[in-house]
């Protein structure tokens, strides 16, 4: 009897460690269940993924090119920021994005983090299982090289990545580790207590200097 009784509460205290170590994921609103292109990884979070990734690109769209609506043009642009680290996420993330990135932060095998940097988990089996289910390419073959040697970084994969825009919106697999690598692992270190600049110009459209200008001109002519 004495026994039985050490054995429960070694089980008990067992159940209770895991599910202190184990952070409880937030409750999502999944607006793009439906949708769910993200299946041949077979991991339990494939909803939030797809969730995460929908949610991400519409953020893209919405900043980059409202007008239209055109998911290349907007990755264009967004890599072009990516390359000079000029991405304004505070402007750019919705609340929708906020929520699930919340979600996100609660599996830690999915982040590495050196000195409060993260960065996403390249050794997670979901980095392979990309790599793996990626369009045939030659984006795929460097990026299966890049894991296969333990050599991933943005600098390896980022001009590679640049000259196929047109793969991102037409491999959901690449998209998402775009989503992950380049979004999501980024929003670590944002703070969103602080309000975005006013009048963003994401196009780079000098519309400010035309109006000057025009007046300008006007003032010229009176």
Known sequence: MKFKLIITCLIVSLVLWNCKQE?????????????????????KDSLLLNEALMSFEKDLINAYDPKTQSPNRSYVRFLSDVRVNKVNYIAITSKHTKELFEALK??????????GDYTLNYANPLVACIASNMQEGDLKITFNALVDTNSMSYRMYSEELRRNTISITKDKYLA???????????????????QPEANIDFNKKPVKKEIESKDSHEGHNH
């Open 106 to 115: 609660s599996k830690s095998d999915l982040w590495n983090t050196k000195e």
């Open 176 to 194: 998402l580790f775009v989503a992950l690598d380049l979004y999501y692992a980024k929003l670590f270190g944002v703070d969103f207590n602080k």
């Open 23 to 43: 952070p409880k994921t937030p409750e999502v609103d999944y607006k793009y269940a439906n949708n769910n292109e993200l299946k041949d990884c077979k991991s």
